[in-house]
C-alpha cells in the first residue's frame, strides 16, 4: 500500500509539474505527451496490477509485473542509446564551431606570429 | 632537393609549469611551431607570450583528437609539407623528429608512428606496460595493423597523408581511429623507435593509470561506434 501511494504521488506530481511547467522548460507537445501518457500508464497499473496480465499471458511471462519491468527495461536502454547518439552529435557540432572559431580567429594570436 | 618545411603541432591542455621550455626546444630545431591551447584554465598560452610561433585556442576543451585536427588544418593552410605532432608536457624529445621524418622524406613512408617498445630498456613501470600492451593487442585485433605502441603523441605525416586525416573522436579514441585512417586510406606507414621521458611532471600529467584505463575504454567505444 505504501509503494502504491509513494508510485502515484510521484506519478501525480511529475504530470502537474509537466504542465505548469511546461512554457517553462519550452517542452515540446510529443515530449510531453509521451511523459502524461506514460505516467497516466504508470497510475493505471500501479492501481490495477491485473490489466497487464493479459497482455504478459499472451507473451508467455507469467506476471503482469514481469511485463511491465521487461518492457521498461527496454524502453529505457533505447531512449539512453538514443540520448547517447544525440550526445555525440551534439559534441561534433561543439567541436567544428570551437575548431572554425580558433581558426577564423583574425584578430588572434595565430594569425601573426607572436 | 627541395627544402620541405616541417610544421609542429602541439596540442596543450594545462602545461603552464613546462610550456615555454618544451616549445624553446622545439624552435631550436623546428621554426614552425603550432600550439594549440584546448580550453586551458591555467596561463599555458601566457607562458609562451614572446615566442615566434602560431598560437590557436579552442574556447572550450574540446580532447586532444580534436586539437590536433584544429592544428593539422591550420598547418595545411599554412603550406606545411610535413608535419609533425607533439606532446606538450615534455614527455618527447624534439631530436626524435628527424627520426620520424626520413622514412617520409625518402619516400619509404607517408606516415611515421613513434614507438617507445621499439627498442628495449624503456623505464615504463611494469603496470602501465601490461596496461598499454592491453591497448595494443586490442588495436592489433581490432584492426589487423601490427603496431607496437597504440598510444604514442609523436607522429609525422607527408601533407598528402595528413590531408586525408579527419579526426571524428576528439579525445583519446582519435589513436585508435588514426589506424582505421591507415587501413582505409592504404596510407604507408613506418613505426620508429623514439624516446619517452617519464619525468615526474609527465607521470604526473601525462597518462596517469587512470588515463590508461580511459585509452582502453575509449578503443571500446571506437569499435563499438565503428
Known sequence: MIFQILVISYAVLTILNAVFRRQKFQITFWFFASLVLSHLGIIVITLFPNVTYPIAHFFGIGRGADFVLYTAVIIILRILFYLYSQNRRLEQQLTHIVRHLALTEKEGNHSKRS | ?226
Open chain 2, 1 to 226: 632537393m627541395r627544402k620541405m618545411t616541417v610544421f609542429v603541432v602541439v596540442s596543450v591542455f594545462n602545461e603552464a609549469p613546462v610550456l615555454r621550455g618544451v616549445i624553446e626546444e622545439l624552435l631550436s630545431l623546428y621554426p614552425h611551431v603550432v600550439v594549440v591551447d584546448d580550453g586551458s584554465t591555467d596561463e599555458s598560452l601566457k607562458t609562451v607570450e614572446g615566442l615566434p610561433i602560431f598560437t590557436l585556442r579552442h574556447l572550450v576543451n574540446r580532447g586532444q583528437g580534436a586539437a590536433l585536427q584544429t592544428g593539422i588544418a591550420f598547418a595545411m593552410e599554412k603550406g606545411a609539407a610535413l608535419l609533425v605532432t607533439f606532446d606538450g608536457d615534455g614527455q618527447h624529445d624534439p631530436r626524435d623528429i628527424e627520426k620520424l621524418l626520413t622514412p617520409i622524406r625518402s619516400g619509404e613512408a607517408e606516415v611515421s608512428l613513434g614507438s617507445r617498445f621499439l627498442e628495449k630498456g624503456s623505464r615504463l613501470p611494469l603496470f602501465r606496460r601490461l596496461l598499454l600492451q592491453g591497448g595494443i593487442l586490442f588495436t592489433r585485433l581490432s584492426t589487423g595493423l601490427p603496431i607496437t605502441d597504440t598510444h604514442n603523441g609523436l607522429r609525422a605525416f607527408s601533407r598528402e597523408a595528413a590531408s586525408k586525416i579527419n579526426f571524428t573522436m576528439d579525445r583519446m579514441a582519435h589513436a585508435s581511429e588514426l589506424f582505421e585512417i591507415l587501413q582505409k586510406e592504404k596510407l604507408r606507414y613506418r613505426e620508429v623507435p623514439v624516446t619517452i621521458r617519464y619525468t615526474s611532471y609527465s607521470l604526473h600529467k601525462g597518462q596517469s593509470t587512470w588515463d590508461l584505463f580511459r585509452i582502453l575504454g575509449s578503443l571500446l567505444e571506437r569499435s563499438f561506434l565503428k
